[in-house]
């Protein structure tokens, strides 16, 4: 076995070091001034709509940004696993149960791979699903809406970084550790890592009508660290595909210690026989805390459930279900091409990608040639499923997307650059710089049985000269590329928001004719919503206040109320009367320490304020609704304590 050595550990960081510096000034042509024609490919004339909706993650961000595609224009910010004060995600009464986690409240996470759902393949558009890293979670948006409609979070899980890839008819989507831990959890010497932490992958179903998830079933595998995932599709349907990193096991100095075998694994997962094996009573179901917090467009509300087990599977104990296939140099990101026939592994140390055959695979399985086990999980002969390796002479391999046309297209983040290659004969065909250190690369529908292969977006990990200085901070940059013909061609720079780690996108023609415009005041089923101006007042009970409200333009029901006292919690349950798309109201309250509020045309949202001084507070519409939006304010009375004011407003007759 080759020994990476320190020595080669530091040359790699210094071409990184080096490659960056080098780009710094870059005055390389590539990076100049736009050709017309580019410009014209980019160019969305004012009032003309996007070809394609782009769902980036945020990475540190814990959210997921939309963008058009190939105007690079940004819409929206759709917050997921944080905090969001803009409209009072997290911080109003009906949302703050989405962040709740067997951890406590948890407002922030680390998100890193959107993946859009599908039906034979095909993207349906009907949710987005991405993964929290960091306190391990997965949240499904909903595309109607644009807002997280279900977050669950994984149990016995530590960065959960392998996630959150859709099988092609959206049976699962899956969800696998980086880390390995103590299953279940428990005090133990670190040092004991190697043979007692283990890896859990979690096959999460989805309903196929409402989109709800469960977790179905948890593989606890060696103590690797799983790093990305894939399905198979058409004839692979039915496996899904792991990298794995350090199968040494260490757990200290990383760089060096996991560097040390040169083949890591992919493991191959046949899910359908596992599937078959828990639906015939096998698994062991073991005691876990875990949230399941799912929000409802009828209450206009989140609950959030704890969930007491988890059903997990030994894979030794379903044969044929789990095998290994050696990859060289830490593989990071695993793709399998449009027609399920190939899988390639991006070894981040190497200069070639592996490229290994489903069909190889099957034959090698089906002749039980192995070459030896791990835990008793055999390991496939390398040569026996290699299809072929692609000679790249690029340097740090990360992800892998394709066309549709039979080209596939990977990133490298030491050398900077995309590189084309075709499936099937593994030559290269092209290659283009990024600017810089690019991470994943993304074609629309890229990740499934029907790409889009008009454009390819790199998310790159450094800015620097692409655009003004901003302090010591910059926004990551994206890079759009023209792929329709034989040869790339860089058309497009735009800062995206957070570290997009990964992203999703469909054609606009899909989305957009489903995208709701109002929620119906008439289905408003929020225990507090007041539905009639008439409805609208504020009840006592004890120090609680409610306060019953109502909105539209451009005025609160009821705007004046006496009788709040110090020492009281007041919650504001406001209700938006408008029927109109486009139209919210905003609600802040002076001294109110939660954010605001931002309440969608036939939406209820709540707001508490605990009133700590006397006097007369206004609160006031936020969002400048209409031509009197700067009159739609109203006053709060706050007597002493012992007051015996009693509560009265005004409904603006
Ligand atoms: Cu390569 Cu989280 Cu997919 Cu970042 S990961 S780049
Ligand atoms: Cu309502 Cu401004």
């Known amino acids: 076995m080759k020994k990476y050595s320190l020595y080669l550990v530091a040359v790699l960081g210094s071409v990184l070091f080096l490659s960056g510096c080098g780009n710094q000034n870059g005055n390389d042509s590539s990076n100049g001034a736009l050709a017309s024609n580019n410009a014209e490919k980019v160019y969305v004339a004012p009032g003309e709509h996007d070809e394609f909706y782009a769902f980036m993650s945020g990475g540190y961000s814990g959210n997921v940004a939309v963008y058009g595609l190939p105007s690079g224009r940004m819409f929206k910010e759709i917050p997921v696993f944080s905090q969001f004060p803009t409209n009072g995600y997290g911080y109003s009464e009906e949302t703050k149960p989405m962040l709740e986690t067997s951890f406590g409240f948890v407002p922030a996470d680390d998100s890193h791979h959107p993946d859009i759902s599908q039906t034979n393949g095909e993207l349906d558009g009907r949710w987005l699903f991405i ?11 909903d595309l109607k809406t644009f807002e997280t409609a279900e977050i669950i979070e994984v149990p016995n899980s530590a960065g959960n970084h392998s996630s959150s890839y859709i099988t092609e008819n959206s049976e699962y989507v899956v969800a696998g550790t980086r880390f390995s831990v103590p299953i279940p959890q428990r005090d133990m010497p670190i040092k004991d890592y190697k043979g007692n932490f283990k890896g859990a992958l979690s096959f999460i179903s989805v309903e196929p009508e409402t989109g709800r998830m469960d977790i179905k079933f948890q593989l606890i595998m060696p103590g ?31 760089e060096v210690n996991a560097s040390q075998n040169d083949k890591d694994f992919i493991a191959a997962v046949n ?23 799912v929000y409802s467009d009828e209450t206009h509300s989140a609950t959030s459930t704890m969930k007491k087990e988890v059903l997990t599977v030994d894979p030794t104990k379903v044969p044929g279900a789990v095998f290994f296939m050696p990859t060289p140099k830490s593989p990071h990101g695993v793709d399998v091409n449009p027609t399920g026939d190939y899988i390639v592994g991006n070894g981040k140390l190497s200069a070639d990608l592996t490229v290994f055959s489903f069909d190889k695979m099957i034959a090698a399985i089906d002749g039980k040639k192995y070459d030896g086990e791990a835990y008793g999980l055999p390991i496939l002969k390398f040569e ?41 004969t593994w030559e290269v065909i092209d290659r283009k710089p990024t600017f810089y250190s ?84 008439a289905e408003n089923e929020h225990p507090f919503a007041t539905k009639n101006v008439s409805d609208a007042r504020v009840v006592r009970d004890g120090n609680e206040v409610h306060v019953y ?23 504001f349950h406001i209700t938006n009367h408008e029927q109109d798309f486009d139209v919210p109201h905003g609600f802040m309250m002076i001294g109110q320490k939660n954010s605001g509020l931002l309440i969608m045309p036939g939406q209820t949202k709540t707001s508490v304020w605990e009133p700590k001084k006397e006097g007369v507070w206004p609160f006031y519409c936020t969002d400048f609704c209409s031509a009197l ?25």
């Open 131 to 141: 993964n929290g890293n960091n306190t391990p979670r997965i949240a499904r948006i």
């Open 271 to 293: 899910w359908k026989k596992i599937e078959e094996y828990v639906e015939n009573g096998g698994g062991t179901m073991v005691p876990a805390n875990y949230t399941h917090n």
């Open 384 to 424: 026996d499923v290699l299809a072929g390796q692609v000679k790249s002479g690029g340097l740090g391999p990360l992800h892998t997307e394709f066309d549709g046309k039979g080209n596939a297209y990977t990133t490298f983040f030491i050398s900077s650059e995309v590189v084309k290659w075709k499936v099937g």
């Open 438 to 521: 690019v991470g994943h690369c993304m074609i629309p529908g890229g990740n499934s049985r029907k790409p889009f292969g008009k454009y390819l977006v790199s998310m790159n990990k450094i800015t620097k000269d692409r655009y003004l200085p901003t302090g010591p901070e910059l926004e990551h940059s994206a890079q759009l590329y023209d792929i329709s013909g034989d040869k790339m061609e860089l058309i497009y720079d735009f800062p995206t928001h957070g570290e997009p780690h990964y992203a999703a996108a469909i054609p606009a023609s899909i989305l957009a004719p489903k995208s709701q415009k109002i929620y119906k005041l």
């Open 629 to 653: 939006h700067q009159e739609m304010q109203g006053y709060i009375r706050v007597s002493p304590a012992k007051s015996n004011i009693d509560l009265s407003w005004s409904l603006g007759e």
């Open 224 to 254: 690797f660290n799983y790093d990305l995932s894939h399905p198979g599709r058409g004839k692979s349907h039915g496996w899904f595909f792991f990298t794995t990193y350090n199968t040494e096991e260490a757990n200290s100095l990383l």
């Open 549 to 571: 409200m109502a909105m539209i333009r451009s005025h609160f029901t009821p705007d004046n109320i006496e009788g709040v006292k110090v020492g009281d919690k007041v919650y």
